[in-house]
C-alpha cells in the first residue's frame, strides 16, 4: 500500500516538473520571438494581434495553446505588446484580422489552411516545432530552450512579405 502512494506520489511530481519545464520552455520560446520580431524591416507597433492556433480535438493542442495565452498576455518588445487569443480549426476566419499567427503543439493538420490564410492576409506564421517550417508552412521557427534556435523559411517569407534585416539573416539558419 505504501509502495504504491509513494509511487503516485512520485508520478504526480514527474507530472507537476514536466509541466514546470514545458513552461519554461514556451516563456523562452516566446522571447526568443519577441527578439526577433523586432528585426522585421517593418517592425510591429502598438498592439498586435496574436493568434493562437490550436486543434481542439486534441487535450494536449488545447492546453499548449492556453499556456501560450497566458504566457503572451502583455508580453513586450521595442514598440509593441502581444495581445494573444486562441484560434481553433471551426474558427479559422478569425485569422483575417490577425498581424501574427503562432501554432500550437498538435496543430500539424492545421498548417496548410493556417499558411493559406497567412499568404493572403500577408501574416506572419510562427511555429515553435520544428516540423511546420520542415513542411515549407510557415515563416519562422523558434526554440528558447535548451538552446536558441531560430529558421526562417525565406520563400514563405517572401510571399507574406515579411522582410528581415541583414543581420538577423546572418546569426539565423535560412531555408
Not at 502583455?74 to 471551426?90: H, M, N, S
Not at 510571399?159 to 528581415?164: D, E, G, I, Q, S
Request: one cysteine or more; a neutral charge; glycine letters at 6%.
Amino acid at each position: 500500500m505504501i509502495k504504491r502512494a509513494l509511487a503516485g506520489v512520485a508520478l504526480l511530481m514527474a507530472m507537476v516538473a514536466s509541466l514546470e519545464g514545458a513552461a519554461a520552455a514556451r516563456a523562452a520560446d516566446l522571447d526568443v520571438l519577441i527578439r526577433s520580431l523586432n528585426f522585421l524591416i517593418d517592425p510591429p507597433a502598438g498592439n498586435v494581434d496574436l493568434a493562437v492556433v490550436y486543434d481542439s480535438a486534441s487535450s494536449a493542442s488545447s492546453a499548449d495553446a492556453r499556456n501560450i495565452v497566458d504566457l503572451a498576455k502583455d508580453k513586450k518588445g521595442a514598440g509593441f505588446t502581444l495581445v494573444p487569443r486562441l484560434i481553433d480549426e471551426r474558427s479559422l476566419e478569425g485569422l483575417g484580422s490577425a498581424e501574427l499567427v503562432l501554432l500550437a503543439a498538435g496543430a500539424d493538420a492545421l498548417f496548410a489552411p493556417v499558411f493559406a490564410q497567412a499568404r493572403a492576409n500577408k501574416t506572419l506564421v510562427v511555429s515553435l516545432h520544428q516540423n511546420c517550417i520542415d513542411l515549407d508552412l510557415c515563416v519562422m521557427w523558434v526554440k528558447g530552450k535548451p538552446d536558441v534556435r531560430i529558421v526562417l523559411n525565406r520563400a514563405a517569407a517572401q510571399l507574406v512579405n515579411a522582410r528581415f534585416n541583414t543581420t538577423f539573416r546572418m546569426m539565423v539558419q535560412e531555408r
